[in-house]
């Protein structure tokens, strides 16, 4: 918490200008090979808020973990205020079996806040909250889509989080969504503590999509800065660019079995109307069209090949004026490709 407390992790205490990491037990596999979850702790000397900055909930979206792994690296870390609690793989059994599920097929982020006698990621879930959600003030959790479903660069936030808003639109996304909270989520947990909160999805499972990791890691950096843990950038400023949040999304659904030929990509703005793709009979007899019944942005696709009838293909984001939405979807990539990067 912000502060000048101490903060104990895994019986690891850190007190103001320490640093050093952690390796929380969290069970045993069926080789009798202990399993730990690596926790990297920063803090500084001067007082500021405590962010907790987490990754790999499921075991096969890399995304988050690459972006961390860069982060911890960073020079810009030197100016740091408060504290910063990074965990890269929260899910370790399923990253070690490169799974979305920990190894009984269960969802990690449906078992939180977990149980410290329930299943091997109930305990999990329970020594996460315990020891290192409990210590935070403000989160980010890093998601990526599923295989062959790719999501463009966007952040989720709780409704109602108006601290979360204010995190999200620091972060510069092309994209800020309000969503719905599930049943044992992180998230869900997160709004119970009172821990404002941003969930970042891009790309997609066992991909490292650069320009999704640039946008990941440069939103970081600018949400440390709006806390204000870090300094203002020294480098360039970016041209001021409108946040674009959704009013809602929506998926569009195959209207028959088959195979899916795709004819628009992530960004792109779409109509009522627009043919997003088409889907034909693998004998070659019929081929049906896949249209869109609302005006927004593809913020989602599924790049797999067949699909059966009722497969969500296209996923839509609303917005007030979606034309302005696409510009600045494209202007926000030319941003991220024209500026330097803060990687260091």
Not at 212 to 241: A, I, T
Not at 247 to 258: L, M
Not at 294 to 315: K, P, Q
Request: no cysteine; proline share 7%; net charge neutral.
């Amino acid at each position: 918490m912000s502060g000048q407390n101490i903060i104990s992790i895994g019986g690891q205490s850190f007190r103001p200008g320490e640093k050093g990491g952690v390796e929380l037990p969290i069970g045993s596999l069926i080789d009798y090979q202990a399993v730990t979850m690596s926790v990297h702790v920063r803090r500084s000397r001067k007082e500021g808020p405590t962010l907790l900055l987490t990754a790999g909930i499921h075991g096969d979206e890399l995304i988050g973990v690459e972006i961390l792994r860069r982060l911890v690296k960073s020079r810009r870390l030197q100016s740091l205020r408060g504290t910063l609690i990074v965990v890269p793989v929260v899910n370790m059994p399923a990253f070690l079996s490169r799974s979305r599920y920990l190894p009984d097929r269960r969802d990690l982020n449906r078992l939180f806040p977990g149980s410290p006698d329930g299943s091997l990621g109930g305990r999990l879930a329970a020594t996460f909250v315990d020891e290192i959600v409990s210590a935070s003030d403000y989160a980010i959790d890093f998601h990526a889509g599923a295989v062959a479903r790719p999501n463009l660069p966007q952040i989720r936030i709780s409704p109602g989080d108006e601290k979360g808003l204010e995190m999200a639109k620091a972060f510069k996304p092309p994209v800020i969504m309000e969503t719905g909270l599930r049943d044992g989520s992180l998230r869900s947990t997160f709004v119970k503590n009172g821990i404002p909160s941003l969930l970042y999805e891009a790309s997609e499972a066992y991909r490292l999509d650069p320009a999704s990791v640039r946008y990941g890691l440069r939103g970081v950096f600018s949400v440390m800065q709006h806390l204000e843990m870090l300094p203002p950038s020294r480098v360039q400023k970016e041209p001021k660019s409108r946040t674009m949040v959704a009013s809602g999304t929506t998926w569009v659904r195959a209207p028959q079995g088959g195979l899916l030929t795709s004819l628009v990509d992530l960004g792109k703005g779409v109509n009522p109307g627009t043919k997003l793709g088409h889907v034909g009979d693998p004998f070659g007899r019929h081929e049906t069209p896949v249209v869109s019944d609302v005006e927004g942005v593809v913020i989602g696709i599924n790049r797999e090949a067949t699909a059966d009838e009722g497969d969500a293909l296209f996923h839509i984001a609303t917005f007030r004026n979606p034309e302005r939405a696409e510009a600045h979807i494209l202007r926000s990539e030319e941003i991220l490709e024209e500026h330097t990067d803060p990687l260091t």
